[in-house]
């Protein structure tokens, strides 16, 4: 069953710039709500390949998997034997009203996650090398491949859906233009004048934002990547 949580669909469908070849898969769907579709071009190779799956930005409120082009070249890679996926993910904006999720950035964040699992189990059917899968992405997908690539393994090993139990962890990540603290305690320490991210965690306010956001932990912290980069470099 497909959960309809977007209140909203986008005006018209969107489609791929001329520059961008046909998917071998497209519009496959890897979770329970309306936007967890994902298109996946398959690489031409007699050993699995590696995997770049791309994470469009918007700000988590806007935004399709089809803006590939304003990201990556696809072509490149797939010349050279690397597969490529492009995924779409829960949208957090005001109009979304039946978004029952807390904080609302998590919606995206863990859909990206759940892609990353649904990829890794296609490994076989899909000649992926599980072992090379990596992420890139603009802004808002910048920001949730560098989460991905800090976070802790979400994998769920006792989970009842097969899916879960694959890695989330990533290989490398390259980020264009990313939020690498979703904290506005952090942000404002490092640009005084930043009034950024609080739709992301539903705050009326970027003031209501930064009062809510201290003492930690809180959200703000759980999804900024920084939080996880600091404690990884820590327990070297």
């Not at 309809?4 to 969107?14: G, L, M």
């Not at 003492?215 to 600091?230: E, G, H, K, N, V």
Request: proline share 8%; glycine share 6%; with cysteine.
């Amino acid at each position: 069953m497909v959960q309809a949580e977007q209140s909203t669909s986008d005006p018209k469908p969107a489609t791929y710039h001329e520059s961008i070849p046909t998917p071998t898969f497209q519009n496959i769907r890897y979770g329970e709500y309306e936007r967890n579709v994902l298109d996946f071009w398959k690489a031409e190779s007699e050993q699995p390949t590696p995997l770049v799956i791309v994470i469009h930005g918007g700000g988590w409120c806007v935004g399709s998997k089809e803006k590939l082009h304003e990201i990556i070249d696809p072509k490149p890679l797939l010349k050279n034997g690397i597969s490529v996926a492009a995924i779409n993910y829960r949208l957090i904006g005001w109009k979304m009203k039946d978004l029952k999720v807390t904080p609302r950035v998590k919606a995206p964040m863990h859909d990206a996650a759940l892609a990353v699992q649904f990829l890794r189990s296609k490994a076989e059917e899909w000649n992926i090398n599980k072992e090379l899968v990596a992420a890139t992405g603009a802004s808002a997908g910048a920001c949730t491949s560098l989460w991905l690539a800090y976070h802790d393994d979400l994998a769920d090993p006792l989970n009842d859906n097969p899916v879960k139990h694959e890695s989330t962890r990533l290989f490398c990540v390259a980020a264009k233009g990313a939020q690498t603290t979703l904290d506005p305690v952090q942000a404002r320490e490092w640009i005084p004048n930043n009034k950024y991210g609080s739709i992301a965690f539903g705050a009326k306010g970027f003031y209501q934002f930064l009062m809510e956001a201290r003492p930690p932990p809180s959200p703000c912290t759980t999804y900024s990547a920084w939080t996880f980069r600091q404690r990884s470099r820590r327990c070297r």
